[in-house]
């Protein structure tokens, strides 16, 4: 029974995400049917497996989304945000002469606006909804249809700025746990990131190119505002200060990422105390502490679940047989990270779940841990954004876009992208493991 039992539970999961259920809810729930249909003793199980474990996610993460929470407030209430966005797309459009160059100009802008604000610290989420006043102004202007905004805040939110090296995204930090650096594969890490832009510019382009030959063009939803332009932003050159102090203390120094962003939300608590003001400045720690707790306690909840499954009698067996069997290594890293994060719907749970489960029998099968994870947190954005993803919900939901419209955007730029992105990077790592 424990084989079906743990089917069950990840059953139960995926369904539950998916009809937009709690995940603590869903999590609890899974774990339920995992415990009752393996005949395990359902209180010690449910307390001392899953709430255990889902206190010492809470103990270890809390405070880099915490910090990271805050920091993202600092740069929306500042206005750091929009500069940052404004910014590249104003960059970026000076060269755009055709109407197709603006097309693919137009979603690189707000892809990398939403990258730099990942690589600086703001959650994912967070960026979403800090770049969606800007990012309809850019597709107003380029004339790009209203249906392909969020495949590309999502290119930029959900992929090579949560897998790249160096990504102070939880994504990348959890997988530092089997022993690696948060840099390590960079080279191929650079060039899948690179892969994963080029492939969406290609795909979006032409995709939009169609759309517009048909007569579609933006239009506007009923609940959009626009980014104004006040004045009172920060200089950009303000802006990427505390970026680079995140990336420097992190990357360079090795210091905690907890500790990390701290520092960096303290730095930006100055660098924008002259837009912000001491009142608002508090405002962002206050509202940062409360913002924290829900992506904190989402993935304490798929951990708590991940524990009652691990502790199934039939759990090492199932892991052993998948070890065993002729997949070749690197396919089963894919394979294994990018099921798990699948049925999770997250990239930072499913990584947290499979790294330290399948790390020690890949080294042992010739693969070094910087390979487990580079090409592991690649292989973590591929599935982690099919329409059960609570991520993807929201950020459709956010455009005010049905799910038919919004998704295919959306698939292109976290399915495909990242696919590809992760292959580049496994094959770059096998054929040229020397490279750093």
């Known amino acids: 029974m424990g084989h079906l039992a743990i089917i069950l539970g990840f059953a139960v999961l995926v369904v539950l995400c ?29 307390i001392t497996v899953f709430f255990t474990r889902f206190g010492s996610i809470i103990g270890a993460l809390f ?12 740069y929306t209430y500042s206005g750091g945000a929009t500069q940052i966005a404004e910014t590249v797309a104003n ?13 693919t100009l137009g979603f690189l802008s707000v892809i990398l606006a939403s990258a730099i604000l990942c690589y600086g610290g703001i959650n994912a989420a967070v960026a979403l909804i800090a770049i969606y006043p800007i990012a309809i102004g850019i597709f107003q202007k380029a004339g790009i249809p209203k249906r392909f905004i969020m495949g590309a805040i999502c290119g930029g939110a959900f992929t090579f700025a949560l897998s790249g090296p160096g990504s102070p995204q939880p994504t990348n930090v959890v997988a530092m746990a089997i022993g690696s650096s948060s840099y390590c594969g960079l080279v191929a890490g ?5 892969v994963e832009i080029a492939v969406m510019l290609l795909v979006f382009t032409r995709m939009c190119v169609k759309a517009t030959a048909g007569g579609e063009t933006f239009v506007p939803g009923p609940k959009d505002v626009f980014a104004v332009e006040d004045g009172k932003f920060p200089r950009f050159i303000v802006t990427l200060i505390p970026i680079v102090v ?4 992190f990357n360079v ?31 962002s720690f206050n509202e940062g502490a409360v913002g924290a707790l829900t992506p904190a306690v989402a993935i304490a909840g798929v951990n708590g679940f991940a524990a009652v499954v691990q502790s199934v009698p039939e759990y090492q067996a199932m892991i052993d047989g998948l070890l065993s069997s002729t997949l070749h290594p690197v396919l089963m890293l894919v394979v294994c990270v990018a099921v798990i994060c699948m049925m999770t719907g997250g990239s930072t749970t499913g990584t947290q779940i499979a790294l330290p489960i399948i790390a020690p029998a890949l080294t042992k099968m010739g693969l070094s841990l910087s390979f487990v994870h580079r090409v592991g947190t690649f292989a973590a954005t591929m599935l982690d954004s099919l329409p059960n993803s609570g991520a993807v919900i929201m950020a459709v939901g956010l455009a005010d876009l049905k799910m038919k419209d919004g998704y295919p955007p959306v698939f292109v730029s976290t399915v495909l992208a990242t696919t ?16 750093p």
């Open 63 to 74: 405070p880099m989304f915490l910090f990271g929470a805050i920091l993202a407030k600092l």
């Open 246 to 249: 995140l990336l420097v203390i």
């Open 91 to 103: 960059t970026l459009f000076r060269s755009a002469h055709t109407e197709k160059k603006k097309y």
């Open 253 to 283: 120094f090795s210091v905690n990422i907890s500790v990390s962003l701290l520092i960096t939300a303290l730095v930006a608590s100055v660098c924008f105390l002259p837009q912000l003001g001491w009142k608002n400045v508090l405002k």
């Open 18 to 46: 998916m009809l937009n259920i709690n995940i603590v809810i869903a999590s609890f729930a899974a774990a339920f049917v995992v415990t009752v249909c393996a005949g395990m003793p359902f209180a010690e199980t449910m």
């Open 190 to 194: 650079i060039v899948g990131c690179i």
């Open 420 to 435: 590809c992105g992760t292959a580049a990077v496994a094959l770059i790592m096998t054929i040229l493991p020397m490279l």
